[in-house]
């Protein structure tokens, strides 16, 4: 049986970190995105679920802008050059 782990918390799981190192270095490490479309949101979700060594949160600000929460700065670095990446193919 393979067992599939994800490092995304939910809004109570990352509540609870509340007062935490990990909320604070979450919070440092935290991304906004802003105008990303509906294919691109699951395509960044289905990234982070396969690649994220580390904890994050993702929070829906409005219908295209997101913040994210990274207890990993690397996590940060490798989502900004995903979506870098997706910036460019449609210039």
Excluded: C, W
């Excluded at 599939?4 to 609870?16: A, G, H, I, R, W």
């Amino acid at each position: 049986m393979h067992i599939m782990t994800s490092m995304q918390l939910d809004q109570v799981e990352f509540e609870l970190l509340k007062g935490t190192e990990v909320m604070i270095n979450m919070i440092k490490n935290r991304k906004q995105v802003v105008g990303i479309s509906n294919d691109l949101f699951e395509d960044l979700l289905d990234y982070l679920d396969a690649n994220a060594e580390k904890l994050f949160y993702v929070r829906s600000l409005s219908e295209k802008r997101i913040s994210i929460y990274f207890e990993s700065p690397i996590d940060k670095e490798n989502v900004t050059q995903v979506l870098r990446q997706f910036s460019n193919d449609d210039e």
